[in-house]
Each structure stands twice: as structure tokens, then as C-alpha cells.
């Protein structure tokens, strides 16, 4: 049986996986990247595999679609900032400042993407330098440069010598969601995997890891689809 199934025009990929508990057919797509699998009980056959993918199109193009909606990023409309919804309102002068829930983006309506991109790349730049560089110390180790880029599959990454790499997005996720990540990241200095060894490091320097891990889970897509 080959791993996958392409499913209506334009098609749809559905990834194959054989389960022997399974005792139905279920589908699952995956909230970080939109990648859908078909869980197959050990009975199962590829006409009854594609029979029951068929009769789900309309209901995976519902949800790719509402997945993948970007949210355009307005004055008036709200953005996540730390975790919280921000308005974003017109403001004065030449930098972008934030005062009790609201972004206040200087200069003309084009301006404001742009504008907001670059505010938050510096954000992210000021908060994840300290906090890589604190949990780094936390296990003796020290960082390389820091790379703020817009990533699509991952949050951050960790090379052999030291150098980490980080989506700025991660800026629109809760502060703990942040030092997570950062937390991650500088554990990966000391186990370049994720081995057993290496997660009860991440528990170690960061104890609630879970629940933030379990926040960019559930709520990573969220951050991709503002159209910054
Ligand atoms: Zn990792």
C-alpha cells in the first residue's frame, strides 16, 4: 500500500498510517501544518481507504481552508502581542509604541504592515537575546549570533556551534511561550537531539515546558496566518 492518497482536483495529500488498535477509519489534521493523516485499522483495504477519504473531502477542504485564512492586518483591527489582543490605532511621531492594549503605528495605511513587521522583529530580537542568553548561563554554556527570521515549519534551531535562529512570530505568543522556546533552543547547546536526556534538561531550566510546548501546538497556526 503506498503511504499516501491524493484526494479530488486540486488534490488533496493524505498520509497513511497503519495503526493495529485502530478499530475505525479517522482522519486528523495537524493545527501547525496543515498535514492530514488517515489512521488505518489493521483490516483496512486501499478501496476502503480511498472510499473513506473521498466521502471526508468536503469536510478537509473546509478546514484547510480555514486554517490557512491570513488575517490582514489593519489599523483598527486586533493582533496578538504577548499572548493579548492588541488594537492597532494611528499614532504620532516616528516609533511604534504600545500603551494598555493598543499598538499605536505611525504614518500612512501601506505604511503599517511594514511598519509592524519591523516592530516586531526588534521585539522579538530584545526578548530572545536575553532569554537565550539566560538559559544558556543556567546550563554554562553561551550563545552565537541570533538569526530573526519568518519561518513556516519551525520556531527556532540550534546549529552545532552555537548559532540560534528564531521566528519572530513567536513575539505574538504569551512571554512563557517565548522563554520556552528560548529554553529549547539553549538546551539543544548541551544535547544536540531530543532524547530523553535532552527534555529532562528542558524540565530542569524550564518546568512548565509542557503547557507552553502544548500553546505553540494548538495555537502556532494562529500566528502564521496575520499577514505581516
Ligand atoms: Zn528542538
Known sequence: ?????????????????????????SLRISNKDGKISLT???WSNLNEAMAFARDQEGWMRKHLAKQLQPIEVRFGETILLDGIA?????????SVVVVDGVIYVPGRDEQL???LRAYFKTLARERLVPASEYYAGLLGKSIGRVTLRDTRSRWG?????????????????PRAVQDYVAAHEACH???MNHSDAYW?????????????????????????????
Open 157 to 173: 534551531s540550534c546549529t552545532s556551534d552555537g548559532h540560534l535562529m528564531y521566528s519572530w512570530r513567536l513575539v505574538m505568543a
Open 1 to 25: 500500500m503506498s503511504d499516501t492518497l491524493s484526494i479530488g482536483d486540486p488534490p488533496i495529500t493524505v498520509h497513511l498510517r497503519k495503526n493495529a488498535r485502530a478499530k475505525r477509519y
Open 189 to 191: 547547546l548541551v544535547e
Open 40 to 42: 488505518l485499522p489493521r
Open 200 to 228: 529532562s534538561l528542558v524540565a530542569q531550566v524550564s518546568p512548565n515546558y509542557k503547557v507552553d510546548r502544548n500553546w505553540l501546538k494548538v495555537n502556532g497556526t494562529l500566528l502564521h496566518q496575520y499577514q505581516l
Open 113 to 115: 504592515v511594514p511598519k
Open 86 to 94: 492588541h488594537e492597532i490605532a494611528h499614532g504620532q511621531g516616528r
